[in-house]
T-cell receptor
Framework: NAGVTQTPKFQVLKTGQSMTLQCAQD?????MSWYRQDPGMGLRLIHY???????DQGEVPNGYNVSRSTTEDFPLRLLSAAPSQTSVYFC????????????FGQGTRLTVV | GDSVTQMEGPVTLSEEAFLTINCTYT??????LFWYVQYPGEGLQLLLK?????DKGSNKGFEATYRKETTSFHLEKGSVQVSDSAVYFC??????FGPGTSLSVIP
């Protein structure tokens, strides 16, 4: 039982490069989300999805794109990385939005130089 | 809008001390409430939850009671251990998280 799997665990990018953070879950959860965690800022919601084909913006969506072509996968794309995107990124999934716990991946530590 | 507020950290306690981390929420209706724990270098994991007023969630010696009248869900543990050192997040449904409280327990 893999749960929520994020790859890669660590990544260093140069300013302006693009990359995709992968997130996959095997629990048939409808709800998936991406957060960034910065010192003193807690978790900030970037984008979320309530099901395949449906995505929406969270609190800090600028500079990030997402898609949800399948229930299992929810990749996060950085189109042109900036130093301000240096952070730890977490993907999470849950069966629904109400009354259910969220399951988190192990995180991706991204550094943009 | 809906939100979760929790006490600022960091919190440093000696082993076997009593722990309280305050959490209050705003909401329309009666949300489910959660406490998550994040150990160093790991993702968040569910610690305990409560789904209705007066429910008490408990796990690993931690407890929290859903108080509708004070819109609170404070986390408590009677005797903390070094292994409890982590960041604790209060949350409500719609995956709304508080800012987290860092706890360090020293021997």
């Amino acid at each position: 039982n893999a749960g929520v799997t994020q790859t890669p665990k660590f990544q260093v990018l140069k300013t302006g490069q693009s990359m995709t953070l992968q997130c996959a879950q095997d629990m048939n959860h409808e709800y998936m989300s991406w957060y960034r965690q910065d010192p003193g800022m807690g978790l900030r919601l970037i984008h979320y999805s309530v099901g395949a084909g449906i995505t929406d913006q969270g609190e800090v969506p600028n500079g990030y794109n997402v898609s949800r072509s399948t229930t299992e996968d929810f990749p996060l794309r950085l189109l042109s990385a900036a130093p301000s995107q240096t952070s730890v990124y977490f993907c999470a999934s849950s069966y629904g939005v109400r009354n259910t716990e969220a399951f988190f991946g192990q995180g991706t530590r991204l550094t943009v130089v | 809008g809906d939100s979760v507020t929790q006490m600022e950290g960091p919190v440093t306690l000696s082993e076997e001390a009593f722990l309280t981390i305050n959490c209050t929420y705003t909401a329309t209706g009666y949300p489910s409430l959660f406490w998550y724990v994040q150990y160093p270098g790991e993702g968040l994991q569910l610690l305990l939850k409560a789904t209705k007023a007066d429910d008490k969630g408990s796990n690993k010696g931690f407890e929290a009671t859903y108080r509708k009248e004070t819109t609170s869900f404070h986390l408590e543990k009677g005797s903390v251990q070094v292994s409890d050192s982590a960041v604790y997040f209060c949350a409500r449904d719609k995956v709304i998280f508080g800012p987290g409280t860092s706890l360090s327990v020293i021997p």
